[in-house]
């Protein structure tokens, strides 16, 4: 953790918002600067095999620079983090569990901005994702990750490699569970969580839901009260501190926000103060289409698909789009477009009015959709979609 940090200080590198990159331009998100280390360092903690220190100072297999791979011709500015101010704290905080119990929708409270796509299905969040956070007396970096989980195949694999990443390089854990959720389900991860050498902190999540009326008598009694539920996880794990929270509503998140700052160290920002993830605005656009993808098809549509984004152009009053719905068999491909195109015709109209609501300008999206067959299987397929 520790020469992760220092390379970061030492070669973090700052693109100017006027400079842009290859395929986007970093514009306002919501009315707040969206300066992001971008493309340079996008899939840079997605990772591990990726050897830090050529990330950071630009390089990727071959010997290739890697600004020059992103940037219209243009060499990228060094950021240099200016002195910690004193008792100024930064670090990495990884929020880790099971599926579904509301990482990504925390992470999106914390943020203030929605980074990380959420739906009711497992396994929506594939990648790791940093949602970056600056306080006046912390910079606070948090890394989304997918549920955890046995893998079947080598996509999930990937996935929970990302898991593994993010609990091996951090500051402190947060481990987040739910109200309904009795034990953490994968042994192997829980082994090591409890092995890791940082704090942890337990977020329980969904205490709104204990409120009269949101559940059924019966089902509140399976649950437990608060009490009852937060005793349960103390007992498996006595060092940690607890905070029940809930992600939709906001309660007790700034408590949470709180304990956590306690466990940084003192040092300057590792970012810029006006970012918000080392993501960069294409990557996102992918994600919110496979978003849509997600709420629009039920049975294995959603977990069959991967979306690509071919083409992103910012013009003077319009964003276009082009983006392909991958999946992996022929017949998967007649259910996604539906009869006469009109499936497919929803699904790019949720999008991009999501889209226009991200990007705060009008959006022309062109959706196709692409078989690559068994691609969740295919290493090739998994790397360059970002898995491997």
Not at 57 to 71: E, F, S
Request: aromatic share 6%; with cysteine.
């Amino acid at each position: 953790m520790e020469l992760r940090r220092h390379m970061l200080l030492c070669f973090c590198l700052l693109v100017p918002t006027a400079m842009g990159f290859v395929g986007q331009t970093n514009v306002p998100l919501k009315g707040r600067n969206s300066l992001s280390m971008g493309n340079v360092v996008d899939d840079f903690f997605g990772k591990p095999s990726d050897n830090i220190v050529d990330k950071a100072l630009g390089k990727i297999p071959g010997g290739v620079d890697v600004t020059a791979h992103y940037l219209n011709n243009e060499a990228p500015q060094r950021w240099v983090p200016g002195e910690a101010r004193e008792g100024f704290r930064s670090g990495f905080i990884s929020i880790v569990g099971s599926p579904n119990v509301g990482k990504s929708t925390l992470l999106n409270r914390l943020v203030g901005q929605k980074i990380s796509i959420v739906t009711s299905k497992s396994q929506t969040t594939r990648h790791r994702i940093l949602g970056v956070v600056t306080h006046e007396d912390a910079q606070i970096i948090y890394q989304d990750t997918p549920g955890a989980m046995i893998p079947n195949y080598r996509l999930q694999e990937g996935m929970m490699n990302f898991v593994r990443g993010a609990i091996k390089e951090c500051d402190a854990l947060l481990l987040m569970t739910d109200i309904f959720e009795k034990e953490f389900p994968v042994d192997i991860l829980l082994d090591r969580v409890k092995r890791a050498k940082v704090p942890l902190i337990i977020a329980i999540n969904k205490i709104d839901m204990l409120e009269t009326g949101k559940m059924s008598a019966e089902t509140l009694e399976e649950v437990g009260n608060l009490e009852s539920i937060v005793t349960r996880w103390q007992e498996s794990f006595p060092a940690a501190k607890i905070i029940p929270i809930s992600a939709m509503e906001g309660l007790e998140t700034d408590e949470l926000v709180v304990a956590l700052k306690q466990h940084l160290p003192e040092g300057p920002p590792l970012y810029p103060e006006e970012t918000l993830t080392d993501r960069s605005e294409r990557f996102i656009v992918g994600e919110m289409i496979r978003e849509k993808v997600f709420t629009s098809y039920g049975q294995e549509i959603p977990y069959s698909t991967e979306v690509s984004v071919t083409s992103f152009k910012e013009e003077e009053n319009l964003t276009r789009i082009e983006a392909y719905i991958i999946c992996t068999r022929n017949s998967q491909k007649g259910m996604i477009i539906g009869k006469g195109g009109q499936k497919i015709k929803e699904v790019g109209t949720e999008a991009r009015k999501a889209l226009e609501e991200f990007l705060d300008r009008r959006v022309y999206l062109e959706l196709r959709v692409k078989v690559d067959k068994d691609w969740r299987k295919n290493d090739a397929s998994l790397s360059r979609y970002g898995y491997l």
